[in-house]
């Protein structure tokens, strides 16, 4: 085997620097914590790019060398600055050239934020509002929820960024999570928050008075809803 010369005219025998060079292949994604990893099988190829950005357009993206390797761990955390938007990824393999060659190939996949600023609010009996943030690029999202005293979810589904939902008990605790749907998506956070179902507050200042007929009239302040 010969080194690369100086020139870039051969690797080793039968091979150029500007020999066609393959896509990867077997791309798998997976999330764990802040961490995505990229793991696929090697190629014909020197090494491999990795490219992301907040849209679907790679001529948008940063890229990185990942060199020749098989897998590349990124940190999420440094990558999702805006958690209104869905992130995408691509790898490209590249040759040996003295300025590298990319396939005209890539294996793109997306990643999408769990909904940020999810909220809870009860403010009329059996009855509450649950509402986050959209994100660019989802036209629908699951919403589940329980009791608190439960283990098993009921589930609605939401085209917008809130949901009310009805037919709940009045001074139970109830769980909500909400989850962005995309069928692309390598993965999906859920975000969760509980909130207490509304209920009537008994009437202040009560007053009974009695007139000379011996009738009782009983005064009250009005209870809203009620």
């Given at each position: 085997?010969?080194?690369?010369?100086?020139?870039?005219?051969?690797?080793?025998?039968?091979?150029?620097?500007?020999?066609?060079?393959?896509?990867?292949?077997?791309?798998?994604?997976?999330?764990?914590?802040?961490?995505?990893?990229?793991?696929?099988?090697?190629?014909?190829?020197?090494?491999?790019?990795?490219?992301?950005?907040?849209?679907?357009?790679?001529?948008?993206?940063?890229?990185?060398?990942?060199?020749?390797?098989?897998?590349?761990?990124?940190?999420?955390?440094?990558?999702?600055?805006?958690?209104?938007?869905?992130?995408?990824?691509?790898?490209?393999?590249?040759?040996?050239?003295?300025?590298?060659?990319?396939?005209?190939?890539?294996?793109?996949?997306?990643?999408?934020?769990?909904?940020?600023?999810?909220?809870?609010?009860?403010?009329?009996?059996?009855?509450?509002?649950?509402?986050?943030?959209?994100?660019?690029?989802?036209?629908?999202y699951k919403v589940e929820?329980?009791?608190?005293?439960?283990?098993?979810?009921?589930?609605?589904?939401?085209?917008?960024?809130?949901?009310?939902?009805?037919?709940?008990?009045?001074?139970?605790?109830?769980?909500?999570?909400?989850?962005?749907?995309?069928?692309?998506?390598?993965?999906?956070?859920?975000?969760?928050?509980?909130?207490?179902?509304?209920?009537?507050?008994?009437?202040?200042?009560?007053?009974?008075k009695s007139d000379n007929?011996?009738?009782?009239?009983?005064?009250?302040?009005?209870?809203?809803?009620?």
């Open positions: 085997m010969q080194a690369l010369s100086d020139t870039g005219v051969s690797l080793y025998s039968g091979i150029s620097a500007s020999t066609k060079v393959e896509a990867p292949k077997k791309v798998e994604p997976s999330v764990s914590g802040n961490d995505l990893t990229l793991s696929w099988d090697k190629t014909f190829a020197k090494g491999y790019n990795g490219y992301y950005a907040a849209e679907n357009d790679i001529s948008k993206a940063t890229k990185e060398d990942f060199g020749d390797v098989s897998n590349k761990t990124l940190n999420l955390s440094s990558i999702v600055t805006d958690k209104t938007k869905c992130y995408y990824f691509w790898l490209k393999s590249y040759d040996w050239s003295t300025t590298p060659v990319e396939c005209e190939d890539e294996i793109s996949c997306c990643y999408v934020p769990s909904v940020d600023n999810l909220k809870a609010v009860s403010t009329e009996i059996k009855k509450a509002k649950i509402s986050w943030d959209a994100i660019d690029g989802i036209s629908e929820f329980k009791k608190s005293s439960s283990s098993s979810y009921a589930t609605e589904t939401s085209t917008s960024n809130s949901i009310d939902l009805s037919g709940l008990t009045s001074g139970e605790t109830y769980d909500f999570r909400v989850t962005p749907i995309k069928e692309d998506a390598i993965f999906t956070g859920k975000a969760e928050v509980s909130v207490e179902i509304y209920v009537l507050p008994a009437p202040q200042n009560v007053v009974a007929l011996g009738e009782i009239t009983v005064t009250w302040d009005s209870v809203t809803n009620a």
